[in-house]
């Protein structure tokens, strides 16, 4: 079998490190008992490999033709299904009627749009273990008050407890990205349903860092605000100083602002 070419526009970056590639895989817990498991952007299968030793029911999705070619040739006969397609148009609503978890070393040029997606499917993704830039690991298991604390940090923390494991420097790649790297894990946590308006919770967090420097009262005015919410004190602070609970409590009052 020959080597699958890197393509540069699918992000391919292959993991050569294989005691990289088992501690990725290993760090994989089966959290709330779940057994199904997505790998994302399998390429030529270095993760894959380990989590075929553990009791995984395994899908892969992987985009590149020539990659769900080699992947086919390798583990014919094995127990797992290969999905050739775009990860980020998936249905695994239909896919995956229990809970399941994912995995991957992410192409990071889509690393973010993942986390989004993951959140679409919070009441299904148990578990993920990722490995993308290290710049975009430390923005989503940032805690507030940091720099990198934005969007993503808010809107995962609220559903995952997000756990930074280790960084990985470009030299175990082929070809080495220009980035370091790290590998994160987040594990769902227990709230079902936030005590607010989940969309509007959405909405707002996105406009709260959408101009980070400014004081809340100025960053929301877009959302229209009342007199009596903008006389809040908590306005008087940045998107980054505030925390999930803050961010429900601010879209509790806002909704009912709006009502009165
Ligand atoms: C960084 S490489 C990792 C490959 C392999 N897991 C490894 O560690 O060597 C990212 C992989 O994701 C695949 N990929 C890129 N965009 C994708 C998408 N939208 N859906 C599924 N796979 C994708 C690429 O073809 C590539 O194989």
Known sequence: MSKVRAKKHLGQHFLCDLQVAERIA???TGFGDTRNVLEIGPG????TDYLLEKPWELTLIEIDSESVSYLREKYAGRALTILEGDYLAGKYRELYKAPYAIIGN????????IFFKVLEERDRVMEVVGMLQKEV????????????YGILSVLLQAFYVAEYLFTVPPDVFDPPPKVNSAVIRLKRNSVQELPCNEKLFFRLVKQAFHTRRKTLRNALKPMGLSEAFKSMELL?????QLGVDDFVYLTQKLESSWKQ
């Open 44 to 47: 030529m299968g270095v993760l």
């Open 137 to 148: 690991a430390e923005r989503i298991t940032s805690p507030k008050g940091n720099k990198t």
């Open 236 to 240: 008087d602070l940045r998107a980054e």
């Open 26 to 28: 290993c760090s994989l």
């Open 106 to 113: 992410f192409p990071y040029n889509i690393s973010s749009q």
